[in-house]
Nanobody, 120 residues
Framework: QVQLVESGGGLVQAGGSLRLSCAAS????????MSWYRQAPGKQRELVAS????????NYADSVKGRFTISRDNAQNTVYLQMNSLKPEDTAVYYC?????????????WGQGTQVSVSS
């Protein structure tokens, strides 16, 4: 099994920054793709940013383009979400998601979520 553990959420004023981290742990696995999602109260979970480890450019939701950056540390199996110029509408629980290969099968674990609150 592969587990994802997020950290870095918190309360920040509008215009501020936060960096979220998501660390994957387990054995005999390789990461195919990693993503950040968020879910605000009363709304559906939405994709914020993602990348595929085989290459290509990251994908961002229109609402965060130019403000958020997804990056990774392959050696640590960790993905980050740098969030700048935060807005109150960015308030949500942020979830890390991965597509992971373990030997001959794939699994898609989720992290437990981390709260991001942006005050106006």
């Amino acid at each position: 099994q592969v587990q994802l553990v997020e950290s870095g959420g918190g309360l920040v004023q509008a215009g501020g920054s936060l960096r979220l981290s998501c660390a994957a742990s387990g054995s005999d696995f390789s990461i195919e793709a990693m993503s950040w999602y968020r879910q605000a109260p009363g709304k559906q979970r939405e994709l914020v940013a993602s990348f595929i480890t085989s290459g290509g450019t990251p994908n961002y939701a229109d609402s965060v383009k130019g403000r958020f950056t997804i990056s990774r540390d392959n050696a640590q199996n960790t993905v980050y979400l740098q969030m700048n110029s935060l807005k109150p509408e960015d308030t949500a629980v942020y979830y890390c998601h991965a597509r992971v290969r373990i030997r001959n099968y794939f699994t898609e674990p989720w992290g437990q979520g981390t709260q991001v609150s942006v005050s106006s």
